[in-house]
């Protein structure tokens, strides 16, 4: 007695949806990481070298920009394991218990999700 269930081959196997619908949405995802990502990367990278590679290196014989560069490594030490430890624990907290201020806690987490870059960038201005 033959047992086996054999899916369509119109039909995704993993998902059970249409293979055409997987395949639009994945090209709606590429076409937006391209223009979101690719694209201005690309616009940078190549208003950078605009004026040879040359010039692009010799920006990095200022002191200025070395500043900056120790600056952001500086930074990113900090920030990267700091962020890690409270996301980690703040993930772990949300998941596993339940606590007053439960609530507080989930809406922090999300607002950099709905407060915009510039609103929060007028505020450290404004304040």
Same mark, same amino acid.
């Given at each position: 007695?033959n047992?086996?269930?054999?899916v369509?081959?119109?039909i995704?196997?993993?998902?059970?949806?249409p293979v055409?619908l997987r395949?639009t949405?994945?090209g709606i995802?590429l076409?937006?990481?391209?223009l979101?990502?690719?694209l201005? @990367?690309a616009?940078?990278f190549?208003?950078a070298?605009?004026k040879?590679?040359?010039?692009?290196?010799d920006a990095f014989?200022e002191?200025d920009?070395w500043?900056?560069i120790k600056?952001?490594?500086?930074?990113?030490?900090i920030?990267?394991?700091?962020n890690?430890?409270?996301?980690v624990?703040a993930?772990?907290?949300?998941?596993?218990?339940?606590f007053?201020?439960k609530?507080?806690l989930?809406?922090?987490?999300? @607002?950099?999700?709905s407060v915009?870059?510039?609103?929060?960038?007028l505020?450290y201005?404004?304040?």
């Amino acid at each position: 007695m033959n047992t086996q269930h054999t899916v369509p081959t119109h039909i995704a196997q993993s998902t059970g949806e249409p293979v055409w619908l997987r395949r639009t949405l994945i090209g709606i995802a590429l076409v937006f990481v391209g223009l979101f990502l690719v694209l201005p @990367l690309a616009a940078v990278f190549t208003e950078a070298l605009r004026k040879g590679a040359e010039a692009f290196f010799d920006a990095f014989k200022e002191p200025d920009a070395w500043s900056a560069i120790k600056l952001t490594l500086l930074i990113t030490a900090i920030a990267v394991p700091l962020n890690l430890i409270f996301g980690v624990s703040a993930a772990w907290a949300i998941a596993k218990f339940e606590f007053r201020g439960k609530a507080l806690l989930t809406t922090l987490v999300d @607002l950099p999700f709905s407060v915009s870059p510039v609103v929060a960038g007028l505020i450290y201005v404004l304040v």
